[in-house]
């Protein structure tokens, strides 16, 4: 999964926006391979501001940062990369536990 986000941030300039177990499946050769890039953003041609204020995904999954309401200048320091790795962190511990580390949290989208 990380060789997957390496790709998308560095070669081709891509935030998933979503990563969560259910975007992960396993092909055919048993490997991981991350699916659903559907709210994705080409980091190409948009101002970071932009993708952070429009905020896609599942709640659960996102970087405490993003959910901060009080305080909009700590959200204009998030970047794509950070918030994908911190996803798949968050994904990574529910595979493992079956439950997400902030429970309470509810996805309102």
């Not at 979503?18 to 659903?36: F, G, R, S, T, Y």
Request: aromatic letters at 10%.
């Amino acid at each position: 999964m990380l060789k997957a986000l390496h790709y998308c941030h560095k070669v081709i300039n891509v935030f998933h926006r979503d990563i969560k177990p259910d975007n992960i499946m396993i092909n055919h050769n048993n490997e991981a391979v991350l699916i659903d890039f559907g709210v994705s953003a080409l980091m190409e041609g948009k101002s970071e501001n932009e993708l952070k204020n429009n905020m896609q995904g599942s709640y659960q999954f996102f970087a405490p940062e993003l959910l901060s309401r009080k305080n909009d200048a700590i959200r204009q320091h998030i970047k794509g990369e950070s918030s994908d790795i911190w996803a798949l962190g968050i994904s990574f511990y529910f595979i493992l536990t079956g439950r997400t580390p902030y429970h309470d949290a509810k996805n309102v989208c």
